[in-house]
Nanobody, 121 residues
Framework: QVQLVESGGGFVEPGGSLRLSCAASRRTFSGDYMAWYRQAPGKERELVAA???????NVAGSVKGRFTISRDNAQSTLYLQMNFLKPEDTAVYYCYSRKVVNVEGATVEIWGQGTSVTVSS
């Protein structure tokens, strides 16, 4: 079964940086739509950034200019570079994958287990 394994979370002071990684166990990673979501305590899960198989990306307005999503298809790894972190960025960050599995457009979605990010002084 395909798995997504996140890493890179931790504790950082405001203004600091972290780089999250998401390693996929599937060799066909390059065709997947990938994204990072986050869920803060007491809040709903929200989309942070997404990237298509072709490399087109977008980020949420709250992190624009601070976060960058990228992918390395050769390594089957998704990244989220987070700079100028703020306390409101504190959350569990989840890696997400969506793959089209047939000509009718059916998809398979997979979530990672999450990695915790805490921004505090």
């Amino acid at each position: 079964q395909v798995q997504l394994v996140e890493s890179g979370g931790g504790f950082v002071e405001p203004g600091g940086s972290l780089r999250l990684s998401c390693a996929a166990s599937r060799r066909t990673f390059s065709g997947d739509y990938m994204a990072w979501y986050r869920q803060a305590p007491g809040k709903e899960r929200e989309l942070v950034a997404a990237i298509t198989s072709g490399g087109s990306s977008n980020v949420a307005g709250s992190v624009k200019g601070r976060f960058t999503i990228s992918r390395d298809n050769a390594q089957s790894t998704l990244y989220l570079q987070m700079n100028f972190l703020k306390p409101e960025d504190t959350a569990v960050y989840y890696c997400y994958s969506r793959k089209v599995v047939n000509v009718e457009g059916a998809t398979v979605e997979i979530w990672g287990q999450g990695t915790s990010v805490t921004v505090s002084s």
